[in-house]
T-cell receptor
Framework: SQQGEEDPQALSIQEGENATMNCSYK?????LQWYRQNSGRGLVHLIL?????REKHSGRLRVTLDTSKKSSSLLITASRAADTASYFC???????FGAGTTVTVRA | AAGVIQSPRHLIKEKRETATLKCYPI?????VYWYQQGPGQDPQFLIS???????DKGSIPDRFSAQQFSDYHSELNMSSLELGDSALYFC?????????????FGAGSRLTVL
């Protein structure tokens, strides 16, 4: 079964706006990770949040984790055209990725 | 910095043929993962190796096999290819120890089965 399910499946925003996507998982974790994939390319690691952390920042990225709800969110602030990609979360229990959120940033 | 190298980048095969994909992990990364991503699909975990031994198995068809060699590179062998095997195949590697959960992905090998 999938260890990460993203919501929404697709998101279209204007450059400069914020993009928020959510991820739910099913089992206990020791960390949750977010990856980005540009079309037809390999996945690139963005950020890792440990189970004892509630929020983490990295540049324009902000990740939250709620282990009681088994959910995480990724916020991209001040989006740019280069942020256009698919975003996947992965709760590394069974090494599975969810369906991903495709983000399109319009200039 | 060295990355994960996959070859070939593109491969075209006919139905029922065989194909072999290769993956060269980052130096000192001893764990390798294989993923299959069909068009518009999420990456599906196929199989992983740690220290040349299979460590986990996902949705890998029986027609596929893989191994990790003494230099830690890995090969994915696919036989009796079907149209549905057309996909991007990613290899990822990670080290053991602190920070070990983060995977570094290769650029992928695109297989087209005609």
């Amino acid at each position: 079964s999938q260890q990460g399910e993203e919501d929404p499946q697709a998101l279209s925003i204007q450059e400069g706006e914020n993009a928020t996507m959510n991820c739910s998982y099913k089992t206990s974790i020791n960390n949750l990770q977010w990856y980005r994939q540009n079309s037809g390319r390999g996945l690139v690691h963005l950020i890792l949040i440990r189970s004892n952390e509630r929020e983490k920042h990295s540049g324009r990225l902000r990740v939250t984790l709620d282990t009681s709800k088994k959910s995480s969110s990724l916020l991209i602030t001040a989006s740019r055209a280069a942020d256009t990609a698919s975003y996947f979360c992965a709760a590394f229990y069974k090494l599975s990725f969810g369906a991903g959120t495709t983000v399109t940033v319009r200039a | 910095a060295a990355g994960v190298i996959q070859s070939p980048r593109h491969l075209i095969k006919e139905k029922r043929e065989t194909a072999t994909l290769k993956c060269y992990p980052i130096p000192r990364h001893d764990t390798v993962y294989w993923y299959q991503q069909g068009p518009g699909q999420d990456p599906q975990f196929l199989i992983s190796f740690y220290e040349k031994m299979q460590s986990d198995k996902g949705s890998i068809p029986d027609r596929f096999s893989a191994q990790q060699f003494s230099d830690y590179h890995s090969e994915l062998n696919m036989s009796s290819l079907e149209l549905g095997d057309s996909a991007l195949y990613f290899c990822a590697s990670r080290p053991q120890g602190p920070g070990a959960n983060v995977l570094t992905f290769g650029a992928g090998s695109r297989l087209t089965v005609l």
